[in-house]
DNA sequence: ATTTATGCAAACGATTTGCAATAGG
DNA sequence: CCTATTGCAAATCGTTTGCATAAAT
């Protein structure tokens, strides 16, 4: 019967990545590190699973940075912070308060899903050059 | 001298247009608006001017909708709402604690310039349907 | 006269998509 | 077998850029 999921190492292979990864990449780069272990995998095939992958909640977008989507491989909802001189992003502590979020909903009269908070500045190595 | 800013009537009326709009055009929308007016208007020109105006501080980025990217005029820090359905971008009264961003930057030893708090949704028209 | 701003079209780069071939169940 | 997944390459689409011309000073 037609829309059910079939098993794909390959797939496999991207979400065990990006969960392996705490540097929040982009496609690109998931696409490039899995290519030494799966020298025949497509860019195309990892576009594909990571959009499915977010569909499915699995992964979370962090955002676009310089252009290029972003991913998270832990969807707890958490705060990052983007060096805008070196693209690089990192996990933040510093939680939202817990009722903001319905908060916002009553008082606007709508469902909000998920929310992200991202600072934005100069990593500690970059502020030092 | 070189490096001089000259004065140019579209440059001007695209900032006007900018911050006459409250639906955080991208820019392709404040170029079909402004050719209304403007006739000879070329995109180039809007994405040159809107670089611009982001670097001098005069436009915020909302981030990217869809594949486009979303622009402000309102360059105070506040919070935004982007519905996930149709697109809309809205302001939200929902300030994020005044010390979050010094506490931050002193806990990691970064520098923090900007932050950006967005919440997703469906907004009220699209969670009637 | 000198330098910046613009229009136009081509170039770019990330992402998406169509299709024939392959893998999963 | 039958359907989902993949590789590949072409197509998309927002954005950037080079260059000749126009506008500003």
Redesign the interface.
């Known amino acids: 019967m037609p829309g059910e999921k079939k098993h794909s190492k390959k797939r496999e292979a991207i979400l065990a990545k990006i969960r392996s990864m705490k540097t929040h990449p982009s496609a690109i780069t998931v696409y490039e590190e899995l290519r030494k272990e799966i020298p025949d995998l497509s860019l195309g095939t990892v576009y594909r699973n990571l959009a499915l992958f977010r569909e499915e909640g699995k992964v979370a977008s962090v955002?676009?940075v310089n252009g290029q989507e972003r991913f998270d491989g832990n969807t707890t909802e958490h705060?990052h912070?983007v060096?805008?001189h070196c693209g690089d992003v990192?996990d933040?502590?510093?939680p939202?308060?817990a009722h903001?979020?319905e908060?916002?909903?009553s008082?606007?009269?709508?469902?909000?899903?998920?929310?992200?908070?991202?600072?934005?500045?100069?990593?500690?190595r970059c502020?030092r050059s």
Chains 1, 2 share one sequence.
């Open positions: 955002g676009v705060t912070f060096c805008t990192m933040i502590d510093a939202l308060d903001l979020k908060d916002v909903a008082r606007y009269g709508i469902a909000v899903h998920s929310h992200r908070l991202t600072f934005f500045g100069a990593c500690a502020v």
